[in-house]
């Protein structure tokens, strides 16, 4: 129950993705419609009485709301002070954002310092160096950046979820749903109404959590940008690995991942179980034996995946799955050769494109400041569709697809009259194919060349079809002229019949 309402939380955050792909597009609108402008205004501010029922579009160098813009509100400029009210949603990006007064939608800020003081109605995302959460937001509150607080008066209507070096929620804060974060360390002394999730290097817990809480503690790292400037904030100073105050409450069950036994308050309240659970190293150290029954229901969630997904691409693309396999079998080494080699490529594809984004953010930053955000976001989101596309394939397309073709081959040996069926075959691969993936060690090497071999097939049937194609094109030019010359030589021979008779 505790990881199904994760992962239907984690699964909401698709709406977090569109909203900052539509932040990405309307910065980039702003900066290339206003960037190429002789002066830049440098401040922009609808008056306290000011109504506007529109949709606001400003690019200035400080701008203020003072009154009420009746749509939607996007903004960029070095400072952005938002005092009146925005009723639908905001998109902003500036050096500093710091809101005030009230945004009626979803709020997606972009920022070095994010300041939320007033209400946000919807959804609140931002990304900055440092957000400060003081006011009331309605939906999810999403954060990504150094330093993240929910300071005294914050109110979140449901989740928080937070990606950074350190989070903080203070005494008088309030989360009313699940609280999920990752980072280098967590002070927690506010209060979670539902359940809270956390791995970190230090965690540190003070508040109230209704429901069950559940802490990874491992080696604390942090990760230093370089040229950074400091924080407005400081940090919290949280000690290594996993404390749990006298103050806390913990309503449900509380369990933790950690090297060594989490420091429990003698006064701390805890309703349900206490379990700490071994690390991964630790198992392969101490020997801890694996649950048989968890272990056997993860296989069998992995085969279900792959069986559905499977049926869906045999059924749809059968000729595909077995074009991919002929290849494998035909060029096994070739293959695995060059799916290693994709491998390396789409990495290497990455860093590129990470490389170039930051390069001309760099130059941009330079000369057509307007220019930095909109180039950063496109090579964010490109990066993200491409490890995304490559991720889904590799987890799924290679293994379905030598699955199908192992099963085949076993049917069509032992069973001929079942072979038609193209769903038995599949079958029988995959659970020969998670059965061998199970083993330790062997079983991720079996799992690594299968990804490989099935990475390389693709690459190879592309270049044998693109061949064909160029085959088929260099043939039909060749008939042409091979229909085009008798048409030729007999215009020749008439044109001396033609004189003759002239003559």
Same mark, same amino acid.
């Given at each position: 129950?505790?990881?199904?309402?994760?992962?239907?939380?984690?699964?909401?955050?698709?709406?977090?993705?569109l909203?900052f792909?539509?932040?990405?597009l309307?910065?980039?609108?702003?900066g290339?419609?206003?960037?190429?402008?002789?002066?830049?205004?440098?401040?922009?501010?609808?008056e306290?009485?000011?109504?506007v029922?529109?949709?606001?579009?400003?690019?200035a160098?400080t *701008?203020a /709301?003072? =009154?009420?813009?009746? #749509?939607? &509100?996007?903004?960029? +400029?070095?400072?952005?002070?938002? $005092? !009146?009210?925005v009723?639908?949603?905001?998109?902003?990006?500036?050096?500093?954002?710091?809101?005030?007064?009230t945004i009626?939608?979803?709020?997606?800020i972009i920022?070095?310092? *994010?300041? /939320?003081? =007033?209400e946000v109605? #919807?959804d &609140?995302?931002?990304? +900055?160096q440092?957000?400060v959460? $003081? !006011?009331?937001v309605?939906?999810?509150?999403r954060?990504v950046?150094e330093?993240?607080?929910?300071?005294?008066?914050?109110?979140?209507?449901?989740?928080?979820?937070?990606?950074?070096?350190?989070?903080e929620?203070?005494v008088?804060?309030?989360?009313?749903?699940n609280?999920?974060?990752g980072?280098?360390?967590?002070l927690?002394?506010?209060t979670?109404?539902?359940?809270a999730?956390?791995?970190?290097?230090?965690?540190?817990?003070?508040?109230?959590?209704?429901?069950?809480?559940q802490?990874?503690?491992?080696?604390?790292?942090?990760?230093?940008?370089?040229?950074?400037?400091e924080?407005a904030?400081?940090?919290p100073?949280v000690?290594?690995?996993?404390?749990?105050?006298?103050?806390?409450?913990?309503?449900?069950?509380?369990?933790?991942?950690?090297?060594?036994?989490?420091k429990?308050?003698?006064?701390?309240?805890?309703?349900?179980?206490?379990?700490?659970?071994?690390?991964?190293?630790?198992?392969k150290?101490?020997?801890?034996?694996?649950?048989p029954?968890?272990?056997f229901?993860?296989q069998?969630q992995r085969?279900?995946?792959?069986?559905?997904?499977?049926?869906?691409l045999?059924g749809?693309?059968?000729?595909?799955?077995?074009?991919?396999?002929?290849?494998?079998?035909?060029?096994?080494?070739?293959s695995?050769?060059?799916?290693?080699?994709?491998?390396?490529?789409v990495?290497?594809i990455?860093?590129?494109?990470?490389?170039?984004?930051f390069?001309?953010?760099?130059?941009?930053?330079y000369?057509l400041?307007?220019?930095?955000?909109?180039?950063?976001?496109v090579?964010?989101?490109?990066?993200?569709?491409?490890?995304?596309?490559?991720?889904?394939?590799?987890?799924?397309?290679?293994q379905?697809?030598?699955?199908y073709?192992?099963?085949?081959?076993?049917?069509?040996?032992?069973?001929?009259?079942?072979?038609?069926?193209n769903?038995?075959?599949?079958?029988?691969?995959?659970?020969?194919?998670?059965?061998?993936?199970?083993?330790?060690?062997l079983?991720?090497?079996?799992?690594?060349?299968?990804?490989?071999?099935?990475?390389?097939?693709?690459?190879?049937?592309?270049?044998k079809?693109?061949?064909?194609?160029?085959?088929?094109?260099?043939?039909s030019e060749?008939r042409?002229?091979?229909?085009?010359?008798?048409?030729i030589?007999?215009?020749?021979?008439?044109e001396?019949?033609?004189?003759?008779?002239n003559?």
């Amino acid at each position: 129950m505790f990881r199904s309402r994760l992962r239907s939380n984690l699964w909401a955050t698709r709406r977090s993705l569109l909203k900052f792909l539509g932040l990405v597009l309307a910065i980039f609108a702003l900066g290339t419609t206003l960037v190429g402008a002789a002066n830049v205004p440098q401040n922009a501010t609808i008056e306290a009485k000011k109504i506007v029922n529109e949709d606001v579009y400003l690019r200035a160098k400080t *701008v203020a /709301i003072e =009154g009420t813009v009746g #749509g939607t &509100a996007a903004i960029a +400029a070095q400072r952005i002070t938002i $005092n !009146g009210t925005v009723e639908d949603d905001a998109y902003l990006a500036a050096e500093t954002v710091t809101v005030n007064g009230t945004i009626g939608g979803d709020a997606v800020i972009i920022a070095r310092q *994010v300041r /939320i003081n =007033g209400e946000v109605s #919807g959804d &609140a995302i931002a990304i +900055a160096q440092t957000v400060v959460a $003081n !006011g009331k937001v309605g939906g999810d509150l999403r954060l990504v950046g150094e330093v993240l607080l929910l300071d005294e008066r914050a109110e979140i209507g449901e989740d928080v979820a937070g990606l950074g070096e350190s989070l903080e929620s203070r005494v008088g804060s309030r989360v009313g749903r699940n609280m999920m974060f990752g980072g280098a360390r967590a002070l927690l002394a506010g209060t979670v109404q539902r359940n809270a999730i956390a791995s970190a290097g230090a965690v540190a817990l003070h508040g109230i959590f209704d429901g069950n809480v559940q802490i990874g503690v491992g080696n604390r790292s942090f990760l230093t940008i370089p040229f950074l400037p400091e924080p407005a904030i400081a940090p919290p100073n949280v000690p290594d690995g996993l404390a749990v105050a006298d103050s806390a409450q913990i309503g449900g069950n509380f369990t933790y991942r950690s090297p060594e036994t989490a420091k429990l308050g003698k006064k701390a309240w805890i309703a349900g179980s206490t379990v700490r659970e071994p690390l991964e190293s630790e198992s392969k150290v101490t020997g801890v034996p694996v649950n048989p029954a968890r272990a056997f229901w993860r296989q069998l969630q992995r085969f279900a995946t792959l069986a559905l997904v499977g049926s869906l691409l045999v059924g749809l693309k059968p000729h595909w799955a077995q074009s991919l396999a002929r290849t494998v079998r035909d060029r096994p080494v070739a293959s695995l050769g060059w799916g290693a080699a994709t491998i390396l490529a789409v990495g290497g594809i990455a860093i590129a494109i990470a490389f170039v984004a930051f390069v001309l953010a760099v130059l941009f930053g330079y000369t057509l400041r307007g220019l930095v955000l909109p180039v950063l976001g496109v090579g964010m989101v490109a990066n993200l569709a491409l490890l995304v596309a490559f991720g889904i394939f590799v987890s799924f397309v290679p293994q379905i697809a030598m699955s199908y073709w192992g099963g085949r081959v076993l049917v069509q040996n032992f069973k001929p009259e079942w072979s038609a069926r193209n769903w038995i075959s599949l079958c029988v691969g995959l659970v020969l194919f998670v059965a061998i993936a199970a083993i330790p060690v062997l079983g991720q090497i079996f799992s690594a060349t299968i990804i490989c071999l099935g990475l390389g097939a693709l690459f190879l049937s592309q270049r044998k079809g693109r061949q064909r194609g160029l085959q088929s094109d260099s043939l039909s030019e060749r008939r042409d002229r091979l229909e085009v010359l008798p048409a030729i030589a007999a215009e020749g021979t008439s044109e001396p019949e033609s004189v003759v008779r002239n003559s």
